[in-house]
């Protein structure tokens, strides 16, 4: 894959990361927590409408994890246009051991919370970096 198209695919990725960590700072809200509590019904598949009204306690998790997805997902864009633009493989590697590292303890955690479905859910997200890092891009051309 060319530096700018890996570049531009890696930035996208990141704003998807960024959004959904916003999506579940909404779930900390009850009168729109909706979008939320949708995407946990998916988790704890099958779907089924549940869960209603989140816990204080769940909003509270939905709130750290919100913060910290998109506050991740700030330092992606930003290794990706600072690190990444100059030197391809010390970025590809952080890149792949922060998502790594991300995949491995979600799944796993996921999986022990009775919730598989978000497992299955986690190799798109890893998708979305993994396929544009899954070889050295071919041209480093300056930053993007």
Request: charged share 10%; proline share 7%; with cysteine.
């Amino acid at each position: 894959m060319q530096y700018q198209t890996t570049t531009n695919w890696l930035k996208c990725a990141t704003a998807f990361v960024i959004g959904f960590g916003v999506l579940c700072l909404v779930g900390t809200v009850p009168a729109i927590s909706g979008p939320a509590r949708f995407m946990l019904d998916r988790a704890y598949w099958p779907v089924n409408g549940m869960p209603g009204e989140l816990t204080p306690q769940a909003r509270l998790l939905w709130a750290i994890s919100g913060g910290m997805l998109a506050g991740w997902g700030v330092l992606l864009w930003q290794v990706i246009t600072h690190i990444y633009a100059h030197n391809p493989a010390l970025g590809r590697s952080m890149i792949l051991a922060s998502i790594g590292t991300w995949f491995v303890l979600d799944s796993t955690g996921s999986i022990a919370a009775g919730a598989p479905m978000n497992a299955l859910f986690n190799v798109g997200f890893l998708a979305l970096y993994a396929v544009p890092l899954w070889r050295p891009v071919r041209e480093a051309s300056g930053p993007a």
